[in-house]
């Protein structure tokens, strides 16, 4: 038989484990959320009788409490619960953050409950359809036992479950930040420039899109490092210092990102064995 759960926030993230994990068997005890409004809201979607604003009254027969409250309130929750006596003796706490790591649920342990976090690499939405935990990545750290509960669940959920460290999950999450936010960042760069260039609004990303999911795939055949090309790629000074030239006179407010972007590049190309070491020291005093 799966393990009971209950959920403290049932929020986009808790919707989502609530309606995934009953779908595959997982009882849902209880749920809980800050407003009247959400909480009967939640327990008439799920047809649950045990729900409350007070989240103590509905966590304690849970074999397994998710709470998936905005980040900031996550401690605050936990230590509310705890001093209650609210945790069920060896059932498991988890929080969903990307951010924090396990250890901020620590109070829980006076209940001789096991900690862990459980972060689905997805962005939930109200409106999500489908099971939306098929094929992510799930990362987990904390107690063992957490961690084993976390991995039968995403198992269970038809995810993939990567074991993290505990101190290394804030540089999980800085890695999984730079991958998504700052690859719109990036794109935001290269969409004003072509427009800059004449290009019209509507076709900015049409003429883009093919370089960039090439470049997708090339990362993803021989890795980042390999799939480098372009003037920093072959040493090319000249063609660096025009696009400077150019970006100065034109969009002067972009110049110290394309710089900043182009000195790691030099550092790739480098490590690449594509240029010299002349060519290295031109370029990155070029873009200094
Ligand atoms: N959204 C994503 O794409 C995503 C992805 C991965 C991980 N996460 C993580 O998942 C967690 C939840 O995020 P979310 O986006 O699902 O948040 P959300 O949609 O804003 O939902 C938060 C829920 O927490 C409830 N809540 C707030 N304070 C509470 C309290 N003191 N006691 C009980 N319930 C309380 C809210 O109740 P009311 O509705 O009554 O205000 C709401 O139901 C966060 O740790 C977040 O970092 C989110």
Redesign the pocket.
């Known amino acids: 038989m799966r393990p009971s759960f209950a959920i403290?926030?049932?929020?986009?993230?808790?919707t989502a484990f609530g309606k995934h994990l009953t779908d595959v068997g997982y009882r849902l005890s209880g749920l809980?959320?800050?407003?009247k409004e959400?909480?009967k809201k939640a327990a008439e979607k799920f047809g649950i009788k045990n729900f409350s604003q007070t989240?103590w009254e509905i966590t304690k027969d849970a074999d397994i409490v998710f709470i998936?409250?905005?980040?900031g309130?996550?401690t605050q929750?936990c230590d509310q619960i705890a001093q209650k006596k609210g945790f069920g003796s060896n059932s498991i706490v988890l929080?969903?953050?990307?951010a924090h790591p396990s250890t901020i649920l620590s109070s829980a342990k006076q209940c001789n409950a096991s900690i862990g976090s459980m972060?689905?690499l997805?962005?939930?939405s109200a409106e999500s359809s489908g099971n939306t935990f098929k094929g992510i990545i799930v990362s987990t750290e904390g107690d063992a036992a957490a961690v084993n509960a976390a991995r039968k669940m995403a198992t269970d959920l038809e995810s993939t479950l990567l074991t993290i460290k505990t101190e290394a999950k804030i540089l999980y999450h800085a890695a999984a930040v730079v991958a998504s936010n700052y690859l719109v960042t990036v794109q935001d760069l290269a969409l004003k420039l072509i427009k800059e260039a004449g290009v019209s609004n509507e076709d900015a990303f049409k003429v883009l899109n093919p370089l960039i999911q090439g470049t997708l795939s090339n990362i993803e055949n021989v890795g980042a490092i390999k799939a480098l090309t372009g003037p920093i790629a072959r040493g090319d000074v000249e063609t660096v210092e025009r696009h400077i030239g150019k970006i100065r006179e034109k969009t002067p407010n972009m110049l110290d990102l394309y710089k900043i972007l182009g000195r790691y590049t030099v550092d790739i190309a480098a490590a690449g064995e594509t240029i010299t070491r002349e060519q290295k020291e031109d370029l990155k005093r070029t873009l200094e």
């Open positions: 403290v926030g049932c929020g986009r993230v808790g809980s959320c800050k407003t959400s909480v989240s998936t409250t905005p980040d309130v996550i929750v929080h969903c953050s990307g972060h689905p997805q962005s939930f």
